[in-house]
T-cell receptor, first 116, second 114 residues
Framework: AQKVTQAQTEISVVEKEDVTLDCVYE???????LFWYKQPPSGELVFLIR??????QNEISGRYSWNFQKSTSSFNFTITASQVVDSAVYFC?????????????FGQGTELSVKP | NAGVTQTPKFQVLKTGQSMTLQCAQD?????MSWYRQDPGMGLRLIHY???????DQGEVPNGYNVSRSTTEDFPLRLLSAAPSQTSVYFC?????????????FGPGTRLLVL
C-alpha cells in the first residue's frame, strides 16, 4: 500500500531561520512521482514541485530546496531564510498510478508558523 | 486562463437539503477529481473522472454523485446533506490520469451542514 508520513505536525520558527519539513513515503512501485503543495491561511492548495523517482538531483527554487533520497524513502523540503509569508500548511503527496485511480495520497501536513 | 474554478465559495445547508458544487477548468484537462479536507483526516478522494462520460469512486463516495458530460465541468452533487458532510471541498484537474501529471486545485468550497 502507498503511504505518506509527515511526522512534524507543527513547526514554529523565527523569521530568517532555516526550516526543514520532513516527508517519508512508502510505495512498491519502481517509478513514482512525489509532490509538495502549500496551503496558506487563505485556504487554497498551491502546487510547489513534482519529483520523479528516477531523478535524485536536489531541486532549488529561490529560497526553497528539496532533497529526494530514494535510499531512505524521503523527500524533504527546506526553506532558507524563512519569511512570515511562508506561514502555511505544507503537504507532501504521492500520486497513485493510473490503474489505481491516479489519486493523490497526502501526508497529514505540517503547519509552519514563521514569527517576525 | 482561469485554471480550476469552484462555486460557491461558502454554503450553509440544512440536513436533508440537496445541492451541487460546481467545478470547471479551462486547461483542457482530461482528469478531474473531488477531494474533501477534514481536520485530522487530511484530504480524501471522493470521486474522479478520466474523461468526459467516465467517472469512478474514490475513498469516500457515499452520499455524493458526479457526472462528466463535458471535458470542462465536473459537478459534485449532495443528494441529501448530512452534518458529516461538513467539510472543505476541493476540485482538482490534471492533463491526464498518469502519476506523472500534476494535479491543480481549485480554491475550495466550504460547506456547513446544520
Amino acid at each position: 500500500a502507498q503511504k505518506v508520513t509527515q511526522a512534524q505536525t507543527e513547526i514554529s520558527v523565527v523569521e530568517k531561520e532555516d526550516v526543514t519539513l520532513d516527508c517519508v513515503y512508502e510505495t512498491r512501485d519502481t517509478t513514482y512521482y512525489l509532490f509538495w503543495y502549500k496551503q496558506p491561511p487563505s485556504g487554497e492548495l498551491v502546487f510547489l514541485i513534482r519529483r520523479n523517482s528516477f531523478d535524485e538531483q536536489n531541486e532549488i527554487s529561490g529560497r526553497y530546496s528539496w532533497n529526494f533520497q530514494k535510499s531512505t524513502s524521503s523527500f524533504n523540503f527546506t526553506i532558507t531564510a524563512s519569511q512570515v509569508v511562508d506561514s502555511a500548511v505544507y503537504f507532501c503527496a504521492l500520486r497513485a498510478p493510473y490503474n489505481q485511480g491516479g489519486k493523490l495520497i497526502f501526508g497529514q501536513g505540517t503547519e509552519l508558523s514563521v514569527k517576525p | 486562463n482561469a485554471g480550476v474554478t469552484q462555486t460557491p465559495k461558502f454554503q450553509v445547508l440544512k440536513t436533508g437539503q440537496s445541492m451541487t458544487l460546481q467545478c470547471a477548468q479551462d486547461m483542457n484537462h482530461e482528469y478531474m477529481s473531488w477531494y474533501r479536507q477534514d481536520p485530522g483526516m487530511g484530504l480524501r478522494l471522493i470521486h474522479y473522472s478520466v474523461g468526459a462520460g467516465i467517472t469512478d469512486q474514490g475513498e469516500v463516495p457515499n452520499g455524493y454523485n458526479v457526472s462528466r458530460s463535458t471535458t470542462e465541468d465536473f459537478p459534485l452533487r449532495l443528494l441529501s446533506a448530512a452534518p458529516s458532510q461538513t467539510s472543505v471541498y476541493f476540485c482538482a484537474s490534471s492533463l491526464a490520469g498518469g502519476d506523472q501529471e500534476t494535479q491543480y486545485f481549485g480554491p475550495g468550497t466550504r460547506l456547513l451542514v446544520l
